[in-house]
């Protein structure tokens, strides 16, 4: 019943919007209600994969637009309607009771009569009777319409009574409220079927029509909905064409065009109109896309083997005999070119020989393209460059053949990323760090940092405090590393005398709890208010059920154990030194000032009087306001020096030593990701006139891993943090950039490498500004053909190792450009070894110096079986 898709399939269409952008269910939503909206989420979840049901729900909506059929409801009527009907009931001692207010189920009685009485005039309308497709379901709402018990209902007029309203309440919510919910789930499909038909009318979309299965997937004018002034395309695929190979320069257009075909498809599954002048399609039973694969770290899949199991994936649902329709954006460019060329060769001819599904294959490897001009079944299309002087300009339509443009380069000069380069500050202009540390979102997200929630971050890693306040301070520091190399040491040294020391959170997070509310009642009041009022509280008590009174006495109770653990734990920090040390003094002295001694003596389950509990009050909640905010913040703070160091502790890692920045240096010991459990550990250092490192690698040899390591670790560096090294000392830095997952973005109108030369650019920018940083670059160009690729590498690689202060980690499948470098002394070489057991490739994940001569792609894409699956 319905199609076969994943969720990288929906990430990489963009169906849902993220923070930064809306997605392709965002244009379709203009729904009038919330069951309207969740209806519509799950359709765009889950497409149909029958061709009677697409071609009816298309019928539904295409009719409703040919009528400019409007959304007869008020929104307000369903809310009230909503929130009437799903209030919780209970009976107790056979009375019938509700959550509503007298008020509320008047109103919502109201709203449901009005919304039932409309729904009848509605399916009495001219349109909603010609849509012959919509007459089953007009059937089903009527037959439950007809009923006698809603006579009185839909006949209802003028100002309710009040035995009427409670007579209706009775039918709606007790006897007939499954009847009721029933028409209220008709309604929110009719909400969908008119708000996507009016939208529609309103984009000019066309309504695609369901064919049979051997029937041709015909496409004209397709563009993709999110562009403003997109550029319309033709394409026909059928048994004799099954396969389109794409080419073409940077910039050319390629995943748009692969995003607007793959959308149309999909929503033209769901049965919507789609942004394209006219379109056919046999009903497919399934649409896998990959266009933005990143890797995996929590399975250990490298980019190229996340695109194997990915390759791997489609071929196991070829091979349960489904209908495809498959798109691969830049197949294999996670590996060398030597095994992305075969590999291409061999997997693109294998699928064009399942003549049932559909293919669509971006590549820049054009000698693959010509080696695939042999092969039945396969049509080859390009997007165009046209230069104008030393300016790309770019058609956007679809021509036939293989491109010859290569314009990576000119576009990376374009950019001025060299010149920037050649021109900027090369030199830090002080020894000193005055500003922050900068990580941006970028780099945050592609090293995992944050995330309460986010399983694998390396703040869940750190995040199990037990205090609300210690979360917050968690937060802070994950956010804001430090510059200063002292304050990073004594925050250093606070964590490791408690994980030395291996002591227990003393508090009890309940009266914690109660403390901090206690504080925020009635704070900042006058003793004689405060006396006031805790006389009144005492009096509501005996007199009502007033628990306010009670709540103050567990509140005292609860601040004076706190407050007296407090006191009791600080002697087993007397060894602590530092900073840290003035501040336990400090809280010292705090509990040993007269009147807070005599409160926390106090006999905590002796009867007060209210004259006392009211001093008490006052003392704790104006007298001493600032100082227990400070004890409780000092509490929250051991609650993350002991969960921190705690946890550091039991994995093993221990604490960098930070230097200050004109050290310029990265020195570490058996260094791993603190993420992964039996990690392999490596040793890296960079230093001034060795401050870059060039690392290859086979696939899964773990270069992606090591350079999150490595960032993870000089980031937590700068938070004072516990490391997963045995050693480490680094130069602190003014900021961190990485570029390992870079995705295009079509809002923005970037193809994959042009967001890659936007990253550079960045990169470029800040280097070039004189500032102390440290870079990371998996991959460099990945998304361009392999001769921009080498000479882009090259160029940049060697443009930033002109700036000293700055360390560098450059890591690429491309080993020649590392011949190259060869010539320059403060470039280092290492690469992540692979072993050959047999024909079994085994990754020792232990770094190594030099430059790898290893190529295993092809041997990892035949012993996954998938040639051999294929071909079966």
Known sequence: ?????????????????KRDAGGIFDIYNNTHTRGAENILQEMFRQPLNNREAINTRSNIIAQFAKHQLAFPF???????AEKYLR?????AN???????????????VQAVITLLQTLQELMKSHAIAETMAYASERNAICLLLDDPVLEPVLKQKGKLSYSAITAYDLLFRTREKQRILKLLGHIYFLDVYISVASLALKRNFIFPAAIGEEDALSLQGVYHPSLKEPIPNDIVMDASQNMVFLTGANMAGKSTFLRSLST????AHMGFPVAAAKMEFPVMDGIFTTINLPDNLGIGASHFYAEVLRV?????ALAAGKRLYVVFDELFRGTNVKDAHEATVAIAAAFAAKKDSYFVISSHIVEAGEELGREPGIVFYYLPTIMKGHEPTYTYRLQEGITEDRHGM????????LEKLEKGTKRAGSAVINGSFHADRQTVDELNLLGKFRHGSVYHLFGQVKTRGAEQLLDEMFRHPLTDPTAINNRSAIFKFFQEAGLQFPFDVQQLTLMREFLDTGSGQSAGTVLLNTMLRKMLAGLTRDERYKKSVQGLQATIVTLNKCFQFLPSLNKIQGGFAARVQSISDLLHHPQLEKLRNTDIYAALSVRSLAHFDHLLKRSFATEMEDVLRFIHELDLFISVSDMARTRGFTYAKALPANQNCFRVKNLSHPCLPNAIGNDIVLEENSNVLFLTGANMAGKSTLMKSIGIGLYLGHMGF??????MEFSVREGLYSSINVADNIGLGYSHFYAEVVRVKQAADAASSGKRLFMMFDELFKGTNVKDAFDGTLSVTQAFAGYPDCLFIVSTHIIEVGELLKNRKNVRFSFMPTVMDGHRPRYTYRMQQGITEDRQGMMIIRNEGLLEQLHA
């Open 1 to 17: 019943m319905y199609l076969l898709t994943d969720e990288q399939t929906i990430e990489d269409l963009r169906i849902f919007g």
């Open 74 to 80: 008020e929104a307000s009527s369903f809310d009230m």
């Open 87 to 91: 209030a919780e009931e209970q009976s």
């Open 94 to 108: 056979g009375n019938r009771a509700s959550s509503l207010s007298e008020k509320e189920t008047g109103n919502g």
């Open 264 to 267: 149309a498809l999909y929503i």
């Open 312 to 316: 791997k994936q489609v071929t196991n």
């Open 410 to 417: 000119l576009i990376i000069r374009n950019e001025g990323i």
């Open 722 to 727: 516990p490391v997963s090294v045995t050693d």
